[in-house]
């Protein structure tokens, strides 16, 4: 692997009291024996090298207030008449700031150049993309099925056919409306008068609006994105200098869960943008098709289509005073990756049923593990009551393991393919070796590079030295004959993701890359100054259910590693079978939302440099690690995966199948060191020949997880491109 050294630290897009990383500088030299004033170019919509869709908003800032600047010029051509005072919202209002949205940029690279009285000129370059990328997630997949006409728009009707090949459709506004007492939207009849029947809320900063809601539609990055908001029709049309009345600066942007059958199509839903108890809030709401996991398993796509919904939002609303991103399950992943590869996209995270990381975390135990054991199981010779395999699992119950170990995985090249894409497409083996394969490291090749001997994306599957049920044995849950016996035969799976007698081994290049790019989560970058909340709607006991509740604690445990502590995370808990696994009919999860805007609130108001500890010192006193029982009373105690108190005797964790081998909850060893088989390392002692066959059954030896795993190594750094963006560039293996 190779990287091209640049500056990643945390970028923040411009607002009221961000600290802005990504703003040009340039000093103008000494003239007359006195230094000529400073011109400042920030570009605010995105990154200077990552703009996209030909156009930018950008604030020109000269100190010196009476010198305003003479000319703005876009590569030579004047384009000074589309700035203007700063806009609504900003704290940093002086008579010499100047906002515009420049349209017009070329593909490629562009100069903007400002020159005023009493200044030197400054020239700030940035790179233009187009809107349909890519940038950083590499070249775009293929096949691609467009389906615009599938999606269903709030006011009725769908998006109608595609345009182009990057299934473009023209940008649409719809409104609709809430009637009081009824939980259903209705297509606004008229943008000329309110109806009689039409609901009034009052946002949380005050603003009392009719509850009419205005959506926008359209395409970026080959995705379905949608944007909402309060807004009455009969005022002018929002933009950057003529804010909503009813949006209260803020932006949350939902992120939809699955994975399989994320691959190969464009999706025919957002991460959900029409929910009642955000938009009566005043929140503006954003969210894409690539942003849900079920149509996009592919963290780092999802965080390219997320910056470029943003980007397009922030030139045509202005900037947010903060984002918070908002999901669960697959949602989670997207939260926790993009927060900590590309920080500055999300201010803060409200995660629910959650998992660290798409690529390892969960694949490893449910499509791998618990696939491998239940297929042990049910062909042992030794016999295994289902207390005994429930054990050997760590999984709450018999169920879980049936299910988890039979279901539709995302490691099979055909078990999960979207029905919209084309079967003569898709792999087959014997008919077509070279069509669409259906797993998540086909879909993310522009990681993991391909193997050369397959031409399949490279695998960091690996389960060599893994001794299974080691803890069950160890607590007398199972036996010798069984451990030894089920390590024997558990074998592993071959390139189609079918049975084999030996061993999965995992590709070294796809294990390095892995860390280093952050498919497996760090948690010290972008995180490490996050403020998150992890609501957890309670499911361990659900027949089937993957959401358990340990994942929490992996993600916990990886910022405290790297943070030196989790103070930014809190964890809320409670039944799940009440309002299901996360939804905001709870009035904890609208709680949740209510303390994470104070709380990042409160970080900006700090005038401190961004630090670990200025987030941690800002949260709110009141916003602690909780449970709440089927009452609802509210117990306050830390959470912990294990040991005394209320919370984990209403909602005790379960393990996986390599945290039961022995593997730490950090749950993030891809591929273990080995260390020489010790015979003090089980409770009960072994005979001679049970030694004997124990060392041919793991030849090199087993896991020794008191050690760092095989080439796991730190991140690389934030803000890394696998496309043509030259940020931060990482070679594809």
């Given at each position: 692997m190779t990287f091209r050294s640049r500056s990643s630290g945390r970028f923040t897009f411009a607002v009221a009291t961000a600290v802005v990383v990504a703003a040009l500088f340039a000093r103008a030299a000494a003239q007359s024996g006195r230094v000529a004033t400073l011109i400042r170019v920030e570009v605010i919509s995105s990154r200077p090298e990552l703009v996209t869709g030909d156009d930018a908003l950008v604030r020109i800032h000269l100190p010196d207030a009476s010198a305003a600047p003479a000319r703005i010029a876009l590569n030579g051509r004047?384009?000074?008449?589309?700035?203007?005072?700063?806009?609504?919202?900003?704290?940093?209002?002086?008579?010499?700031?100047?906002?515009?949205?420049?349209?017009?940029?070329?593909?490629?690279?562009?100069?903007?150049?400002?020159?005023?009285?009493?200044?030197?000129?400054?020239?700030?370059?940035?790179?233009?993309?187009?809107?349909?990328?890519?940038?950083?997630?590499?070249?775009?997949?293929?096949?691609?099925?467009?389906?615009?006409?599938?999606?269903?728009?709030?006011?009725?009707?769908?998006?109608?056919?595609?345009?182009?090949?990057?299934?473009?459709?023209?940008?649409?506004?719809?409104?609709?409306?809430?009637?009081?007492?009824?939980?259903?939207?209705?297509?606004?009849?008229?943008?000329?008068?309110?109806?009689?029947?039409?609901?009034?809320?009052?946002?949380?900063?005050?603003?009392?609006?009719?509850?009419?809601?205005?959506?926008?539609?359209?395409?970026?990055?080959?995705?379905?994105?949608?944007?909402?908001?309060?807004?009455?029709?009969?005022?002018?049309?929002?933009?950057?200098?003529?804010?909503?009345?009813?949006?209260?600066?803020?932006?949350?942007?939902?992120?939809?869960?699955?994975?399989?059958?994320g691959w190969y199509h464009q999706g025919t839903a957002t991460g959900g943008v029409d929910d009642d108890a955000m938009l009566r809030e005043g929140y503006a709401v954003a969210s894409a098709s690539l942003n849900v996991f079920g149509n996009n398993c592919n963290d780092l796509l999802a965080a390219e289509t997320m910056m470029m919904v943003k980007e397009h939002f922030i030139e045509t609303y202005g900037a947010p005073r903060f984002t918070i991103g908002w999901g669960c399950s697959g949602g989670s992943y997207q939260a926790h990756q993009i927060g900590d590869n590309y920080p500055g996209l999300l201010d803060g995270i409200i995660v629910g049923c959650s998992f660290p990381d798409v690529g390892y975390t969960s694949i490893s135990v449910h499509s791998f593990g618990a696939r491998l054991m239940y297929h042990y199981f049910e062909h042992a010779a030794v016999p295994w009551t289902h207390e005994q395999q429930v054990a050997a699992s760590g999984l709450p119950n018999y169920d879980s393991l049936q299910v988890q170990g039979t279901r539709p995985d995302r490691i099979r090249p055909r078990d999960v393919c979207e029905s919209s894409v084309p079967a003569n497409l898709l792999?087959?083996?014997?008919?077509?070796?070279?069509?669409?394969?259906?797993?998540?490291?086909?879909?993310?090749?522009?990681?993991?590079?391909?193997?050369?001997?397959?031409?399949?994306?490279?695998?960091?599957?690996?389960?060599?030295?893994?001794?299974?049920?080691?803890?069950?044995?160890?607590?007398?849950?199972?036996?010798?004959?069984?451990?030894?016996?089920?390590?024997?035969?558990?074998?592993?799976?071959?390139?189609?993701?079918?049975?084999?007698?030996?061993?999965?081994?995992?590709?070294?290049?796809?294990?390095?890359?892995?860390?280093?790019?952050?498919?497996?989560?760090?948690?010290?970058?972008?995180?490490?100054?996050?403020?998150?909340?992890?609501?957890?709607?309670?499911?361990?006991?659900?027949?089937?259910?993957?959401?358990?509740?340990?994942?929490?604690?992996s993600t916990r445990e990886r910022l405290r590693r790297a943070n030196g502590d989790a103070g930014n995370q809190v964890m809320i808990i409670e039944d799940g079978a009440?309002?299901?696994?996360?939804?905001?009919?709870?009035?904890?999860?609208?709680?949740?939302?209510?303390?994470?805007?104070?709380?990042?609130?409160?970080?900006?108001?700090?005038?401190?440099?961004?630090?670990?500890?200025?987030?941690?010192?800002?949260?709110?006193?009141?916003?602690?690690?909780?449970?709440?029982?089927?009452?609802?009373?509210?117990?306050?105690?830390?959470?912990?995966?294990?040991?005394?108190?209320?919370?984990?005797?209403?909602?005790?964790?379960?393990?996986?199948?390599y945290l039961v081998a022995g593997m730490p909850i950090t749950n993030d060893v891809v591929k273990c060191q080995v260390k020489p088989i010790a015979a003090g390392d089980y409770r009960e002692r072994f005979t001679d020949d049970e030694m004997v066959r124990l060392r041919r059954i793991f030849p090199d030896g087993v896991c020794d997880y008191s050690k760092r795993g095989v080439a796991q190594q730190p991140l690389k750094g934030a803000w890394l491109s696998f496309g043509p963006s030259p940020a931060n560039r990482i070679a594809t293996p």
């Open positions: 004047e384009v000074t008449e589309q700035f203007r005072g700063a806009e609504p919202g900003e704290s940093r209002n002086e008579g010499s700031d100047r906002t515009g949205v420049i349209r017009g940029l070329k593909q490629g690279e562009n100069t903007l150049t400002v020159s005023a009285a009493g200044a030197a000129p400054v020239t700030a370059r940035l790179i233009n993309y187009p809107a349909a990328g890519p940038l950083l997630a590499g070249p775009h997949e293929q096949p691609f099925v467009c389906e615009t006409d599938k999606f269903k728009l709030q006011a009725g009707g769908t998006l109608g056919p595609p345009l182009d090949q990057d299934c473009s459709v023209k940008p649409r506004v719809d409104y609709v409306y809430r009637t009081a007492g009824k939980d259903a939207w209705q297509r606004l009849p008229a943008t000329t008068s309110i109806p009689a029947d039409a609901a009034s809320v009052t946002t949380n900063q005050g603003q009392s609006v009719p509850y009419v809601v205005r959506i926008e539609t359209g395409t970026i990055n080959r995705a379905i994105y949608q944007i909402a908001m309060l807004h009455d029709p009969r005022q002018p049309a929002p933009d950057v200098w003529t804010r909503s009345a009813g949006w209260n600066g803020r932006l949350i942007y939902t992120f939809g869960g699955g994975c399989a059958g792999y087959d083996r014997a008919n077509n070796p070279h069509g669409a394969r259906c797993t998540v490291y086909d879909h993310t090749v522009n990681v993991y590079g391909k193997d050369p001997r397959t031409g399949f994306a490279r695998r960091f599957l690996d389960n060599v030295g893994v001794q299974y049920g080691l803890l069950a044995l160890n607590a007398g849950a199972i036996t010798r004959t069984q451990f030894l016996d089920l390590n024997e035969h558990i074998g592993g799976i071959d390139a189609d993701a079918d049975f084999q007698s030996a061993r999965t081994v995992g590709d070294l290049k796809a294990v390095e890359v892995a860390y280093a790019s952050g498919r497996v989560l760090s948690g010290g970058a972008g995180l490490a100054t996050t403020p998150i909340i992890d609501y957890r709607g309670y499911a361990d006991y659900a027949k089937g259910d993957p959401h358990m509740r340990f994942y929490s604690f009440k309002y299901g696994l996360f939804s905001s009919k709870s009035p904890h999860l609208r709680e949740a939302l209510k303390q994470m805007d104070a709380w990042v609130t409160s970080i900006q108001r700090d005038s401190a440099p961004m630090s670990h500890v200025k987030v941690v010192r800002n949260k709110p006193a009141d916003l602690v690690d909780a449970c709440f029982d089927e009452k609802g009373e509210k117990i306050v105690e830390p959470q912990t995966l294990d040991g005394p108190g209320r919370c984990n005797t209403l909602y005790p964790s379960h393990r996986s199948p």
